[in-house]
């Protein structure tokens, strides 16, 4: 059996705790005294049913989720949720804004546009390192909501400050959701993928104010319905159990580590280490201002397309992995989610220290 485990900064799919995995591994046969593997328990039993209002306390207490919002795990992954969200909730007034701050919420805005007016709120689409000025930006008279990526995981580029605004507020955090404490009232909505910072791909967990419920455009098909998956408990039809079951392991493991309040600690740690290195380097650069860098995705360059690549390729020889940026802006990249710890980054600062020289 390989015990050599590599250390994984990539982006998505990311690293997931060894201390999970074994679980997962230990159990995969037999899950909880059923005689039966996770994979093959039927999602309407009550063991099951139990199972998701347990992930669903663990949630709540992880993120202080109030019980006045629904806690849905909807199929789709991320860019699923690019058209349920406005299939969902643009209905009400016919047109949302949108802050476009890099590829994803470019994305999200793009795939909007056969539901409703969307409004380019600013974009930063001439250049990706730099945030769009918060005295630029410009809203919609009566949108349904406010979209914005707090953030992007591409670029590295990342909004602190909550946006300001009148309309419910619509946050995709799927490179940020578990990162540090979050007051969940100050969102209408809020969704993230899996397969980043809660386990494996093939859900994205939703989280919504239960008033924003209802007005569903009818086109939209009922999987995809906020209200009706919520009456179902996310289970209108099969829904990916693994997935749930992943999370489930990450939620726990990650109030056995403290919670966000000891993530936050280690996270900003980890970027520190790493920025401070980065900008004493003469070798390694960031492009992004420093108030927007990112606490997950922190992105560097040589500034030689030449070496970038050597860098990533001699790295994962040495067990590394996942350093190529992405393939749209290359460059290089270190996830550092909740699974890096201080000790992973510190390798990673050898090794850039050692391929400098
Ligand atoms: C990865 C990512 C997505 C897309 O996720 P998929 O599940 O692959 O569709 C969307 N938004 C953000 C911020 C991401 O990091």
Not at 82 to 109: C, E
Not at 132 to 154: L, S, V
Not at 249 to 278: F, H, R, S
Request: with cysteine; proline share 5%; charged share 15%.
């Amino acid at each position: 059996m390989m015990t050599n485990r590599v250390l994984n900064f990539a982006a998505g799919p990311a690293a997931i705790p060894e201390a999970v995995l074994k679980q997962a591994q230990h159990e995969l046969l037999n899950w909880r005294d059923t005689g039966m593997s996770i994979l093959e328990v039927g999602h309407r039993t009550a063991v099951f049913q139990d199972y998701l209002a347990e992930i669903q306390a663990e949630l709540r207490q992880l993120l202080t989720i109030p019980t006045n919002y629904h806690i849905l795990f909807m199929p789709g992954g991320g860019q699923g949720q690019f058209f349920s969200v406005p299939m969902n909730l643009i209905g009400r007034t016919g047109q949302a804004d949108y802050l476009d701050t890099g590829i994803w919420s470019h994305k999200a805005a793009l795939q909007a546009k056969p539901y409703g007016q969307v409004n380019i709120v600013a974009s930063n689409a001439t250049n990706p390192f730099v945030m769009p000025k918060t005295t630029e930006w410009q809203c919609a008279k009566d949108a349904a909501y406010f979209y914005y990526c707090p953030n992007e995981t591409i670029s590295g580029l990342m909004l602190y400050d909550i946006p300001q605004v009148a309309v419910p507020l619509i946050a995709d955090m799927s490179s940020c959701i578990l990162m540090k404490p979050f007051t969940v009232a100050d969102y209408g909505l809020i969704f993230s993928v899996s397969q980043k910072m809660l386990g494996t791909s093939g859900i994205s967990l939703v989280i919504v104010r239960e008033e924003l419920l209802g007005e569903a455009l009818p086109i939209t098909p009922d999987i995809f319905n906020y209200q009706k998956q919520a009456k179902e408990s996310s289970c209108l039809n099969s829904p990916p159990i693994y997935a749930i079951y992943l999370m489930e392991l990450v939620v726990k493991w990650t109030l056995q580590q403290g919670g966000l309040v000891a993530m936050e600690e280690c996270n900003q740690a980890k970027a520190k280490l790493l920025y401070d290195y980065i900008d004493n380097s003469q070798f390694y650069y960031n492009k992004i201002d420093p108030v927007y860098r990112s606490l997950m995705n922190i992105t560097f360059t040589t500034n030689d397309e030449a070496k970038d690549t050597a860098f990533w390729q001699t790295a994962a020889k040495q067990g590394l992995m996942g350093l190529k940026g992405h393939k749209l802006l290359g460059g290089l990249r270190a996830s550092c989610y909740n699974t890096i710890s201080i000790g992973d980054v510190k390798r990673l600062i050898a090794f850039m220290q050692d391929f400098a020289q």
